[in-house]
Structure formats: C-alpha cells, structure tokens
T-cell receptor, first 112, second 113 residues
Framework: KQEVTQIPAALSVPEGENLVLNCSFTDSAIYNLQWFRQDPGKGLTSLLLIQSSQREQTSGRLNASLDKSSGRSTLYIAASQPGDSATYLC???????????FGPGTRLSVLP | DAGVTQSPTHLIKTRGQQVTLRCSPK?????VSWYQQALGQGPQFIFQ???????QRGNFPDRFSGHQFPNYSSELNVNALLLGDSALYLCASSLGPERNTIYFGEGSWLTVV
C-alpha cells in the first residue's frame, strides 16, 4: 500500500527566504507525482507535475525534483512571499489512470 | 469557462441522516472523481465515475455511493452519517479517466453533529 508523508508539517519563514518542502513515498513504482497548493477552506490548485521519467520541473519561482529510487520529492520555493502562505500537498499516482494518493501536507506561513 | 463547481458549499447534518453532494465538471470533461479531506489531512480517494459507471473505488464503506448523469455531472451520497464523516468533500474532473491533468472544485464542507 502506497503511503505518502510530508516534512515538515508546518513551516514559518520571513519573506524573501528560499525554502524546501519534502515529500516521501513508500512505493517507488509511481506513474507521476504532483504538487498542489490549498488555501484555507478552498480546493486544490495544481502547481507542478513530474512524470516518473523526469527528474525535475520548474514553474516561475517553484522547482520540484523527483528521486524515484529513494522515494522522495522536494518542492523548492525561491524568494518566498506572503502570498505563498498556504498548505502544500504532494500526491502520487501508481499507475496510468489511477487515483492520487496524497500526503498530509505542509502548512506554510510566510511572514511579511 | 466555468471550472469544477460543487454544491452546497457548506451544510450541517445530524448523525444518522443522509446527504447528497453535487458536482458539475469543467466544461468538456467527462470524468469525475470524489475525495474526502478530513481537517489537517490530505484528501482520500472515494471513487471515480466515467461513462456513468463507477470505475475505481477507494477504501470507503458502502454507505458512500455515487452517480454520474448523461451530462457528466455527478452526485455523492452518504447514508447513515457518522460524526467521522465530517470533512471537506472535493470533486475533481478530467477529460477521460487516464489524463494527467485534473481540476479540483472548491469542495463541500460537511459537518455532522
């Protein structure tokens, strides 16, 4: 059974800092991995999708890496801003067309 | 272009009652998945509907059932509500059940008292 964990559970940083969020999964035979953002009381917004054959993806100030063999992914946020404050969730898909297995999320607060 | 819409946004039910939540997929999408997200946790997959049939199901009891209509909209029904069913229920849609890109709605907050 695939299990996904995220460290840290919560993080508070001053504006402008670079930060790294971590995601680990137990079954390395994944199809892809996706990072989502969730604002309080809201739905999920997709940030980055990494296919199993890829090592990283970048979008603006965000960079996500994937190391399948070790069962890890990281989300790097450069020059953090207060608007980045949200919960960040990683999710994996085991097979083509299968549902997502989500981690519990990291709650990020960026202080002005 | 409307995204995924869900209704109601919030509701309160009494233990033992039944509830129906509704989802309209993003325009052009034909596949709907439902997830349950308890407070402070990640979403858990309930089931997926495609071509009006349940295609996949997560580890949820039979009290959780669903339906997909010819216009691709979907309902999630929960019978005999328990306090532990209190959660945010998220609907996600895609074009086809095997596409990478899925879109989530804002969710329906269910409180069982």
């Amino acid at each position: 059974k695939q299990e996904v964990t995220q460290i840290p559970a919560a993080l508070s940083v001053p504006e402008g800092e670079n930060l790294v969020l971590n995601c680990s999964f137990t079954d390395s035979a994944i199809y892809n991995l996706q990072w989502f953002r969730q604002d309080p009381g809201k739905g999920l917004t997709s940030l980055l999708l990494i296919q199993s054959s890829q090592r990283e993806q970048t979008s603006g100030r965000l960079n996500a890496s994937l190391d399948k063999s070790s069962g890890r992914s990281t989300l790097y946020i450069a020059a953090s801003q207060p608007g980045d404050s949200a919960t960040y969730l990683c999710a994996v898909r085991l097979n083509y067309g299968q549902n997502f297995v989500f981690g519990p999320g990291t709650r990020l607060s960026v202080l002005p | 272009d409307a995204g995924v819409t869900q209704s109601p946004t919030h509701l309160i039910k009494t233990r033992g009652q039944q509830v129906t939540l509704r989802c309209s997929p993003k325009s052009g999408h034909d596949t709907v998945s439902w997830y349950q997200q308890a407070l402070g946790q990640g979403p858990q997959f309930i089931f997926q509907y495609y071509e009006e049939e349940e295609r996949q199901r997560g580890n949820f009891p039979d009290r959780f059932s669903g339906h997909q209509f010819p216009n691709y909209s979907s309902e999630l029904n929960v019978n005999a509500l328990l306090l532990g069913d209190s959660a945010l229920y998220l609907c996600a849609s895609s074009l086809g059940p095997e596409r990478n890109t899925i879109y989530f709605g804002e969710g329906s907050w269910l409180t069982v008292v």
